[in-house]
């Protein structure tokens, strides 16, 4: 599913996650990791598909049990709070996804990990390029950055800093 997903063909992904989904439910329980974690990338499925309404839902279900079972510094719990703030932009809630991002930043802090604080930079310049909000995407883009988070093409090219394109300091 995993494999799929990262070709690009997140409806044959959403099958099989769902398909692993309903087997670790039942095998694993609901609150095991593993579950937790391919409900996040279902939720990923759902939103690489326009799907907004349910990769929310998919994601807030495995946030809350990720933040009720392993509390807000868990890796899990962060990237649901990024993957959540991603969703609720595309949605038109800047208010509610740069909240997410702010309390996973938070947590990414609390825990002294890096790569995940780039990540959410990265998300947070998205976020706010988004709702139109360029002065503050470009700072968490350097921010990002000064994590060493992304690529240059990937930055280049990624759809929701389109509105940061043709900007000298993007550039």
Known sequence: ANILDWQGRP????????ELLAAQRRVLGPDHPDTLTTLLDLGE?????????????????ALDHLLRTFGPRDRQAIRGQS????????EGRYEEAEKSLRDGMQSA??????RLMGGLAYDSACVAAVAGHRE??????????GYRYGTADEVATDEDLKSLRGNPQFQ
């Open 45 to 61: 499925d759902l939103y690489d598909q326009h799907r907004y309404k349910e990769a929310e839902a998919s994601q807030r279900e």
């Open 83 to 90: 993957s959540l703030a991603l969703t609720l932009v595309h």
């Open 136 to 145: 503050d995407a470009l700072t968490h883009l350097r921010e990002a950055i």
């Open 11 to 18: 409806v044959e992904a959403e099958k099989l996650h769902r």
């Open 109 to 114: 802090r609390a825990a002294n990990d890096r």
